[in-house]
Every structure is written in C-alpha cells, then in structure tokens.
C-alpha cells in the first residue's frame, strides 16, 4: 500500500491485530499499520462509502454483478473519491469474500489471470489494485462531472428498509418473491450508484405511497 501512495487501511475482525509478525512484514511501512482502523463488521468499514469495489477471482454470475478489471475500476473509483468515500474490500486469503459481503458491494473486480494457473494470493492482489490506482492517479482523464455526492451505504440501508416498508403496506411483497426482492432492489440500486439527491426522490415517492395508503386507510 504504501508503495503506491496508499495509507488508509481497515481491518474486518482480524484474528490478532496488533501482531509482531505484521510488523516485522511490513519494513518501512509501519504507520500504515499504525493507523489501521479495526471494525468488527464490514457493514462498519464501508458505511460512509459512496463506492465499494469487491475483490474476487471467482466470477459470481448468479447475481449479474458488474464486473471490471483492476485497470476498468481504478478511474471510477478515483472519480467518484472527488465527492465522498470509496473502498476497495479484500476477503481472506483461505476463501474471499462471501456472498454476504458481497451484498455490500457496488461492483466486483476480478483480475484475468492465466486460467490455467490464476493463483493469487492477496497481497498480489492488493498490490495490482493499488498500482493501478497509482497508475490511474497519474494519468491524464477528463475532470469528474458529478458534482452530487454518491449515497453511501447507510443512505441505501434506510433506502431499501423505507421500500420494503412500502412493499408490505401496499401488499406487494408477498407477489413478487417475499423479502428476495428487497434483495433484487438493493442490486439494482447498487448498480445505478444512486446520488443523494436520487435517493432522498425516491424516498420522498415512498413517503407519498405510504402517505396515501394511510389516507385509504383511514377513509375505510
């Protein structure tokens, strides 16, 4: 990390933090662990986040996430840092991020290795998205247009609780597939990178819907 420029670091529930044998890895780069932030949730990491980027080397097709390259994410995730938040997640080194983590993610990132012998361990892979972070710093682009902060995932939270809310009062929920559509919609909106101001007009539909429905309800 601190090779390329990189110092902000947050540990997920490590087994043992701090630890001598960090320490003694990490020659010459000692305040990166020094100033590591450890959380017991990733739900806690990445709450402020306006874009969370996952890592897998597995492609997890069953639920149609967008899936770039390290090269591909990098200016996005440097455009969308001009407003808000963004993070890269990493999973363990024995088995990755799980599906729940990835529910957590606005996109995955899976480097194309030989598919023969794609064995990568993570500081690989931490190492290839922090150059080509480095590498995307330091390029020529053009200047990022959004001037409206991403939603961060506690925005999104209250978004797609204010829906399923919505969903049971209009009797909807049941019909489409129960609490798995809560699920779709929270894909759906992660896809979309929703802004602020994208969220609080969809909230204020929602607000209207139950607004309405209490009125019916009163009426009867």
């Known amino acids: 990390?601190?090779?390329?420029g990189h110092d902000e670091l947050w540990l997920v529930a490590p087994q043992?933090?701090?630890h001598a044998e960090a320490l003694a890895m990490a020659s010459g780069a000692a305040d990166v662990?020094?100033?590591?932030?450890?959380?017991?949730?990733?739900?806690?990491a990445v709450a402020d986040c306006g874009l969370v980027v996952g890592t897998s080397a597995r492609l997890r097709t069953r639920y149609?996430?967008?899936?770039?390259?390290?090269r591909e994410i990098a200016p996005r995730l440097l455009d969308a840092a001009q407003t808000g938040p963004v993070a890269v997640v990493f999973g363990t080194e024995?088995?990755?991020?799980?599906?729940?983590?990835?529910?957590?993610c606005h996109a995955l990132v899976n480097i194309p290795a030989n598919p023969e012998y794609e064995s990568?361990?993570?500081?690989?892979?931490?190492?290839?998205?922090?150059?080509?972070?480095?590498?995307?710093?330091?390029?020529e682009?053009?200047?990022?247009?959004?001037?409206?902060?991403?939603?961060?995932l506690d925005e999104l939270d209250l978004l797609n609780a204010h829906f399923d809310r919505a969903l049971t009062q209009v009797g909807f929920?049941?019909?489409?597939?129960?609490?798995?559509?809560?699920?779709r919609l929270a894909r759906i909106f992660n896809r979309a990178e929703l802004d602020q101001h994208e969220t609080n007009i969809l909230r204020g539909f929602l607000a209207a819907v139950e607004a309405r429905c209490r009125g019916a309800e009163d009426d009867s």
């Open 141 to 152: 682009r053009p200047a990022a247009k959004r001037l409206v902060p991403l939603a961060t």
């Open 33 to 44: 662990l020094a100033r590591a932030r450890v959380v017991s949730t990733l739900g806690e």
């Open 16 to 18: 043992s933090f701090p």
């Open 94 to 104: 024995r088995t990755g991020l799980t599906n729940e983590e990835f529910e957590r």
């Open 64 to 70: 149609h996430w967008p899936v770039s390259s390290a």
């Open 120 to 139: 990568l361990n993570l500081a690989q892979a931490v190492q290839i998205l922090a150059y080509e972070l480095r590498m995307a710093s330091t390029a």
């Open 173 to 183: 929920t049941d019909r489409a597939g129960g609490p798995h559509l809560v699920k």
């Open 1 to 4: 990390m601190k090779t390329m």
